[in-house]
Protein backbone atom coordinates (compact mmCIF):
# COMPACT_ATOMS: atom_id res chain seq x y z
CA UNK A 1 0.00 0.00 0.00
CA UNK A 2 1.33 3.60 -0.67
CA UNK A 3 0.38 6.85 0.74
CA UNK A 4 0.93 10.05 -0.71
CA UNK A 5 0.69 13.28 0.97
CA UNK A 6 1.81 16.92 1.02
CA UNK A 7 -0.33 18.37 -1.33
CA UNK A 8 -2.36 22.22 -1.75
CA UNK A 9 -2.34 25.06 -3.14
CA UNK A 10 0.29 27.09 -3.69
CA UNK A 11 1.20 30.21 -5.95
CA UNK A 12 3.75 30.14 -9.00
CA UNK A 13 7.05 29.82 -7.88
CA UNK A 14 6.56 28.04 -4.85
CA UNK A 15 7.66 24.74 -3.55
CA UNK A 16 6.02 21.90 -2.49
CA UNK A 17 7.45 18.49 -1.01
CA UNK A 18 5.52 15.21 -1.88
CA UNK A 19 5.75 12.48 0.09
CA UNK A 20 5.03 8.24 -0.07
CA UNK A 21 4.96 6.14 2.31
CA UNK A 22 4.58 2.50 1.66
CA UNK A 23 3.93 -0.74 4.08
CA UNK A 24 3.53 -4.37 3.48
CA UNK A 25 6.70 -4.90 1.32
CA UNK A 26 10.46 -4.82 1.11
CA UNK A 27 10.48 -0.78 0.28
CA UNK A 28 14.15 -0.64 -0.77
CA UNK A 29 13.68 -3.61 -3.50
CA UNK A 30 11.07 -1.64 -5.50
CA UNK A 31 11.30 1.86 -7.86
CA UNK A 32 9.34 4.27 -6.98
CA UNK A 33 7.91 6.47 -9.41
CA UNK A 34 5.83 9.91 -9.53
CA UNK A 35 3.39 10.41 -12.08
CA UNK A 36 0.48 12.86 -12.36
CA UNK A 37 -2.93 13.16 -14.10
CA UNK A 38 -4.74 16.91 -14.80
CA UNK A 39 -8.59 17.46 -15.51
CA UNK A 40 -8.92 15.54 -19.24
CA UNK A 41 -5.53 15.10 -19.40
CA UNK A 42 -3.67 11.02 -20.09
CA UNK A 43 -1.06 10.49 -16.95
CA UNK A 44 1.94 11.95 -17.33
CA UNK A 45 5.57 10.66 -15.97
CA UNK A 46 7.35 12.94 -13.49
CA UNK A 47 9.93 11.05 -12.06
CA UNK A 48 11.27 7.24 -10.92
CA UNK A 49 14.20 6.38 -8.85
CA UNK A 50 15.88 3.08 -9.61
CA UNK A 51 15.53 0.24 -5.75
CA UNK A 52 18.19 0.38 -3.91
CA UNK A 53 21.08 -2.08 -4.18
CA UNK A 54 22.30 -1.31 -7.25
CA UNK A 55 25.93 -0.24 -7.93
CA UNK A 56 24.41 3.46 -8.35
CA UNK A 57 20.52 4.37 -7.60
CA UNK A 58 19.46 6.28 -10.52
CA UNK A 59 16.69 8.92 -11.39
CA UNK A 60 14.76 9.49 -14.60
CA UNK A 61 12.90 12.78 -15.28
CA UNK A 62 9.75 13.64 -17.25
CA UNK A 63 10.76 16.41 -19.47
CA UNK A 64 8.35 19.35 -17.97
CA UNK A 65 9.59 18.89 -14.61
CA UNK A 66 13.70 18.20 -15.45
CA UNK A 67 15.80 20.86 -13.14
CA UNK A 68 12.85 21.81 -11.44
CA UNK A 69 11.86 18.62 -9.31
CA UNK A 70 13.96 15.69 -7.20
CA UNK A 71 13.09 12.75 -6.34
CA UNK A 72 15.25 10.46 -3.50
CA UNK A 73 14.22 7.95 -1.36
CA UNK A 74 14.65 6.57 2.92
CA UNK A 75 14.51 3.57 3.29
CA UNK A 76 14.61 3.01 6.38
CA UNK A 77 11.71 5.50 6.36
CA UNK A 78 9.70 3.54 3.74
CA UNK A 79 9.20 6.93 2.20
CA UNK A 80 10.00 8.34 -1.21
CA UNK A 81 9.82 12.16 -2.02
CA UNK A 82 8.96 14.36 -4.82
CA UNK A 83 10.42 18.16 -4.03
CA UNK A 84 9.00 20.66 -6.44
CA UNK A 85 10.02 24.00 -6.96
CA UNK A 86 9.69 26.96 -9.09
CA UNK A 87 6.22 25.25 -9.75
CA UNK A 88 3.69 26.29 -12.62
CA UNK A 89 0.19 26.32 -13.05
CA UNK A 90 0.87 23.53 -15.68
CA UNK A 91 2.10 21.49 -12.55
CA UNK A 92 -1.70 21.42 -11.38
CA UNK A 93 -2.29 18.16 -10.86
CA UNK A 94 -3.64 14.97 -8.94
CA UNK A 95 0.08 13.48 -8.09
CA UNK A 96 0.06 9.76 -7.65
CA UNK A 97 2.90 7.41 -7.01
CA UNK A 98 3.26 3.84 -7.47
CA UNK A 99 6.57 0.49 -7.46
CA UNK A 100 7.37 -1.26 -9.58
CA UNK A 101 9.84 -4.62 -9.38
CA UNK A 102 12.26 -3.37 -11.95
CA UNK A 103 15.65 -2.51 -11.81
CA UNK A 104 15.78 1.16 -13.71
CA UNK A 105 13.39 3.85 -13.53
CA UNK A 106 10.88 2.99 -16.07
CA UNK A 107 8.51 5.99 -17.16
CA UNK A 108 6.19 3.39 -18.72
CA UNK A 109 2.74 2.73 -16.23
CA UNK A 110 2.40 -0.86 -17.37
CA UNK A 111 5.31 -1.91 -14.83
CA UNK A 112 3.76 -0.15 -11.63
CA UNK A 113 1.32 -1.66 -9.19
CA UNK A 114 0.40 -0.78 -6.94
CA UNK A 115 -0.77 3.30 -7.04
CA UNK A 116 -1.55 5.28 -4.28
CA UNK A 117 -4.87 7.31 -3.73
CA UNK A 118 -3.52 10.26 -4.84
CA UNK A 119 -2.78 13.90 -3.99
CA UNK A 120 -4.03 17.31 -5.46
CA UNK A 121 -1.73 19.52 -6.25
CA UNK A 122 -3.01 22.90 -7.33
CA UNK A 123 -0.61 26.20 -8.69
CA UNK A 124 -2.27 29.12 -8.59
CA UNK A 125 -0.55 32.63 -11.52
Known amino acids: QLVESGGGLVQTGDSLRLSCVAS????????IAWFRQAPGKEREFVAAISRSGQVDVNTNYGDAVKGRFTISRDNDKNTAYLQMNSLKAGDTAVYYC?????????????????WGQGTQVTVSS
Open 24 to 31: GRAFSAYT
Open 98 to 114: ASAAVPVPSSQTKYYNP
